[in-house]
Nanobody
Framework: QLVESGGGLVQPGGSLRLSCTAS????????IGWFRQAPGKEREGVLC????????YYADSVKGRFTISRDNAKNMVYLQMNSLKPEDTAVYYC?????????????????????WGQGTQVTVSS
């Protein structure tokens, strides 16, 4: 029900912007989280934006490099990733949880979210 796009291969230090949209519902009243899963590792939370547009960093390793934003008119949420490192390589997923009017995000565990996309691969390599 969610669709991610924007992944690809990028060199270390480069940037990518991931996008998340929904085909059958509006994201406006959902908290949107980005998660990632590297090979052999558990899925981890990266960043979330609440319905009040307050962001919460789940991963300290991305602070100062990744930002999240939403455009309700386009029904899109974006993850801007700068200064990418090889350890950022993973499949990135967006997830949604119904949280109308809430300033907070859900917790950083995947089971806090009800809807998921199929993921988009991000590979950081020279």
């Amino acid at each position: 029900q969610l669709v991610e796009s924007g992944g690809g291969l990028v060199q270390p230090g480069g940037s990518l912007r991931l996008s998340c949209t929904a085909s059958v519902f509006s994201l406006e009243h959902y908290a949107i989280g980005w998660f990632r899963q590297a090979p052999g590792k558990e899925r981890e939370g990266v960043l979330c934006i609440s319905t009040s547009n307050i962001d919460t960093y789940y991963a300290d390793s991305v602070k100062g490099r990744f930002t999240i934003s939403r455009d309700n008119a386009k029904n899109m949420v974006y993850l801007q990733m700068n200064s990418l490192k090889p350890e950022d390589t993973a499949v990135y997923y967006c997830a949604a949880n119904w949280e109308p009017g809430m300033s907070r995000c859900p917790g950083d565990e995947p089971d806090e979210y009800d809807y998921w996309g199929q993921g988009t691969q991000v590979t950081v390599s020279s």
